[in-house]
T-cell receptor
Framework: GNSVTQMEGPVTLSEEAFLTINCTYT??????LFWYVQYPGEGLQLLLK?????DKGSNKGFEATYRKETTSFHLEKGSVQVSDSAVYFC???????????FGKGTTLSVSS | DTAVSQTPKYLVTQMGNDKSIKCEQN?????MYWYKQDSKKFLKIMFS???????INETVPNRFSPKSPDKAHLNLHINSLELGDSAVYFC????????????FGQGTRLTVV
C-alpha cells in the first residue's frame, strides 16, 4: 500500500536559517501530496499541497515540489522564524483514497 | 465559526470508565474521521464515515465505537478505558471519498489514570 517516510527530528535552527525537511513516498499512481503543520497544543493545519507531478505547492514562505522521479516532496523555507516552531507532517492518501496516511512528523525548533 | 469542533478538549478519567468524545463539522463535508496521535506524535487513522456509513475501521479494539447520527457529527465512545488509551484524539472531515484533504479539530487529550 501507500506509505510515506520523512526525516526524523528534531530539527533545531536559528532564525533566518534555511529549512529542508525530507519526505519520500511509495504509492500506486500519482496521488496528491500534502504537508500539514501542528503548532503546540493545536490540531493539524494544511500547510500546502500538490495534486500532480511537477506541481509546486507553496504557502507562508514554505514550498514543496512533487517529484515523481525521486518520489519526493521535500519541504523548504528560505528563512525560518521563531513562529515556525511546530511539528511538520508529510501525508498522502491511502491506496483506496479513503484517508490520509501521515509520516512520523518532524519537530522544528527555531531560536532567535 | 469553528469548522471542526470536538469536545471536550481535555479528559482525565480512571481506568475502567466509559467516556465519549463528540465531534461536529460545519463545512458541509461528507466524510469524517477519527485519528489517534500517540506520545511520539504518530498519527493513525481509526475510523472513517462517509454520509453516516462506516468506510474505514482499522485494527482498533472493540471497546472503541464510533457513532454518526448525521453527516455533520461523528462521536467516539470508549468503554472500559485502559492506560494505553491515553493519547490525543483528532476528529477531521473532508469533502468526500477520494478528496481526502482533511480539516482537523483541535484534538481531545485523553489521560487515563
Amino acid at each position: 500500500g501507500n506509505s510515506v517516510t520523512q526525516m526524523e527530528g528534531p530539527v533545531t535552527l536559528s532564525e533566518e536559517a534555511f529549512l529542508t525537511i525530507n519526505c519520500t513516498y511509495t504509492a500506486t499512481g500519482y496521488p496528491s501530496l500534502f504537508w500539514y503543520v501542528q503548532y503546540p497544543g493545536e490540531g493539524l493545519q494544511l500547510l500546502l499541497k500538490a495534486t500532480k507531478a511537477d506541481d509546486k505547492g507553496s504557502n507562508k514562505g514554505f514550498e514543496a515540489t512533487y517529484r515523481k522521479e525521486t518520489t519526493s516532496f521535500h519541504l523548504e523555507k528560505g528563512s525560518v522564524q521563531v513562529s515556525d516552531s511546530a511539528v511538520y507532517f508529510c501525508a498522502l492518501p491511502n491506496q483506496a483514497g479513503t484517508a490520509l496516511i501521515f509520516g512520523k512528523g518532524t519537530t522544528l525548533s527555531v531560536s532567535s | 465559526d469553528t469548522a471542526v469542533s470536538q469536545t471536550p478538549k481535555y479528559l482525565v478519567t480512571q481506568m475502567g470508565n466509559d467516556k465519549s468524545i463528540k465531534c461536529e463539522q460545519n463545512l458541509g463535508h461528507d466524510t469524517m474521521y477519527w485519528y489517534k496521535q500517540d506520545s511520539k506524535k504518530f498519527l493513525k487513522i481509526m475510523f472513517s464515515y462517509n454520509n453516516k456509513e462506516l468506510i474505514i475501521n482499522e485494527t482498533v479494539p472493540n471497546r472503541f465505537s464510533p457513532k454518526s447520527p448525521d453527516k455533520a457529527h461523528l462521536n467516539l465512545h470508549i468503554n472500559s478505558l485502559e492506560l494505553g488509551d491515553s493519547a490525543v484524539y483528532f476528529c477531521a472531515s473532508s469533502p468526500g471519498t477520494g478528496l481526502v484533504e482533511a480539516f482537523f479539530g483541535q484534538g481531545t487529550r485523553l489521560t487515563v489514570v
